[in-house]
């Protein structure tokens, strides 16, 4: 294993310290337990959203946090949830009467652990609402397994919630809106290398090098099958047929476009898959009126991509295009 | 051993010291269904708790298990941290205060955890957790219950053993190892295997 880390125990304190050096007007860093912070938290009047889950996923989520998405992101050890009293750290620095939304993705251990820092906040007369975002289709959400994994929907649930939120949405107003999101966004993605988590020092799975992993989570776990490496239009058909034929998405809807690098996946194939995908959607008489396009929710330098496909209406592209301002996105109205 | 606070103390420095010694082996079975990080969050936590000991030892076993829930849930983070300081938190309530805990209080400590596990994990028999190691502990653990503190733990222990070695062939249903579906069956679960050794640590400590 190489990489440019001292010992792998502080990984994610160093790295933190980093960020806050970095974007010292947008957000800063609580440590023990580590926490991401806006710079001008607690906003008075309004809701706050928080999330979190294991680092390694950079820029998710201390990347979003800034005006106009997340006031908090708590980042627990490289792929490993945040335990539930940074998470309850993350909800005493950001919230007031408004109370706090919690977005939750769908992993088991991340699930418990913010059900657990809620009831500590609950305990506390905090008003404090959790949503689980599911957007995987690699996976049958049946009763006999975890369920629906929450991947790459995320970034955009962040976005939609956070306008909504800045803009003075009341918490139920913010909550519904987050609910309709996971309702409407679907995503998969594909592995074509394992990532090497810090304090393991060997890739996370053995995958062959003419082998792709099709529908994994974001730690590289895998989902539907593992398949043969294939030309970029087959396997991007392939990805796009899963995400349509879930919803699913049908002629006339007006999505937003996500096309997501897993980490190590250079801009060159990332823009080329997306024109792909963009291409086989006009086909099917979807039409793209948004996109994002980038490294938003990696899995260290996995390579390999994920497609996420979210319904538009007005009310979500007026929230999409909203003023944000993080280390990670940032745009003005 | 008396089953005191120190007694108590003893056997969660045991345990922090076994799963030290299995940490690679509990990451390598890890990296087979899950996402490698277990061996690490364990010992992350099972060296927390004897830190917390080292510090400030709590007056009854109640307290000990207590201190180490909390240091669990606090410390380990992912699915494990909240499920074992669920279990240990569950146990300390069932003693209460009591100065000193027998056979009787050590199965009833036994049986708390593992509700408390389900309640926490929502697992059941055969979905290839650490539930599978921990039902047929607590039932060797009942069954020897007329015995004495040694006697009930050895039984959880060979009971937990055998628990764990049975998830090899199960195909997972619950946490990261299910979207492996069929292909989880052939590997011994690392939630159980950690549990089993939890219970050996334990029962060699009251030996």
């Avoid at chain 1, 950079?58 to 998405?69: A, N, R, Y």
């Amino acid at each position: 294993m190489k990489k440019i880390i001292n010992d792998p125990a502080d990984v994610v304190t160093e790295s933190l310290r980093g960020l806050a050096a970095a974007h010292a007007d947008i957000l800063r860093v609580q440590e023990d337990p580590n926490v991401v912070v806006r710079a001008d938290a607690p906003v008075d009047g309004k809701v706050a959203v928080i999330s979190g889950g294991g680092s390694g996923h950079e820029p998710l989520h201390g990347g979003f946090v800034g005006v106009g998405m997340l006031d908090a992101a708590v980042p627990g050890a490289v792929f490993t949830s945040p335990t539930p009293d940074a998470v309850q750290a993350a909800i005493s620095a950001t919230t007031g009467a408004a109370g706090a939304l919690l977005i939750v993705k769908n992993y088991t251990g991340d699930v418990l652990n913010f059900e657990t820092a809620g009831e500590l906040a609950a305990a506390e007369d905090l008003e404090v609402r959790s949503v689980v975002i599911d957007d995987d289709v690699a996976v049958a959400d049946s009763t006999y397994t975890a369920g629906r994994r929450g991947v790459g929907g995320t970034v955009l649930l962040e976005k939609i919630a956070g306008a909504a939120a800045e803009r003075g949405d009341s918490l139920d107003a913010v909550e519904a809106l987050a609910r309709k999101v996971i309702g409407q966004v679907r995503s998969i993605g594909v592995a074509l290398t394992a990532p090497t988590v810090p304090h393991v020092g060997e890739p996370s799975f053995d995958l062959g090098a003419d082998e792709i992993e099709f529908g994994i989570g974001i730690h590289g776990e895998p989902g539907r099958e593992r398949i043969k490496a294939e030309p970029a239009d087959e396997l991007v058909a392939r990805m796009v047929g899963a995400v349509v034929e879930d919803l699913p998405f049908t002629e006339g809807d007006r999505v937003l476009l996500f096309t997501n690098s897993m980490g190590a996946t250079p801009l060159v194939e990332l823009y080329l898959a997306h024109g792909i995908a963009e291409r086989l959607l006009a086909d099917r008489g979807i039409m793209v009126e948004r996109r994002l396009v980038g490294p938003y929710i990696t899995s260290l330098e996995m390579q390999g991509i994920s497609l996420t496909l979210l319904k538009l209406d007005d009310e979500l592209t007026e929230l999409w295009d909203a003023p944000v301002n993080t280390a990670a996105l940032r745009w003005k109205a | 051993m008396g089953c005191t606070p120190e007694g108590v103390a003893n056997a969660l420095r045991g345990a922090a010291a076994v799963i030290a010694e299995h940490r690679a082996e509990l990451i390598e079975l890890d990296r087979a269904i899950g996402d490698g990080d277990h061996g690490e969050n364990m010992n992350r936590g099972f060296q927390a708790v004897v830190a917390a000991l080292d510090s400030a030892l709590p007056e009854t076993p109640g307290g000990v298990l207590k201190l180490a829930a909390t240091t669990l849930i606090s410390k380990v983070g992912g699915a494990a941290g909240p499920l074992y300081g669920t279990a240990f938190l569950r146990a300390s309530t069932v003693v209460s205060n009591q100065p000193e805990l027998g056979a009787a209080e050590v199965v009833a400590a036994l049986r708390a955890g593992l509700e408390g596990v389900r309640a926490r994990g929502k697992a059941v028999e055969g979905d290839k957790t650490m539930v599978d190691a921990l039902l047929p502990a607590v039932a060797a653990a009942e069954k020897a219950g007329g015995g004495d503190v040694a006697a009930v733990l050895s039984a959880a222990a060979e009971g937990a053993a055998t628990g764990a070695e049975s998830t090899v062939d199960l195909v997972a249903r619950k946490g990261r190892a299910s979207y492996l579906g069929e292909r989880s069956a052939g590997h011994l679960d690392p939630g159980a295997r950690s549990t089993s050794l939890l219970l050996a640590a334990f029962a060699e400590a009251a030996r």
